[in-house]
């Protein structure tokens, strides 16, 4: 086939950036990723962009969050009284923690903000929220 269809098997060499140009996820120095174009567990947006593209095309594609990833869920941001943190946690914007749940896995947080009171901490997956800039190298084209 002379463009990608979905059904076929796709070899791509692909990064992922943020817009301030730090990698997120990529082949780069490693062997290319293969997948069925519009196959299920892939990166809904990889099998858009890839769709219709030739052997030997690269792409290069700035997203908003919401077509990559998705918007960040509000409801996953809190603030926590900080007398309620316990004092081996650092207190620093960016830190990640670890907050322990009765009857659940524990949820991984980041604070995002810190007052003389509270602190805001954001349990949203690292990707969401984010505009991303995909390049992506199609390198071969498989019939199923």
Known sequence: MDFAQEGEKVIIHYSLRDTKGNILDSTEGKDPASFTLGSFGTMPFLNRLIK???IGEIKTVTLKAKEAYGEKLPELIS????KLVPTHIKKVVGQK???????SPPLQATIVNITDTHITIDSNPDLLGIDIV???ELLDIQEQ
Request: negative net charge.
């Open 79 to 82: 603030d926590i009284d900080i």
């Open 97 to 103: 923690i670890e907050i322990q749940q009765q009857d």
């Open 52 to 54: 219709g593209m030739s």
């Open 134 to 136: 995909v390049k992506i």
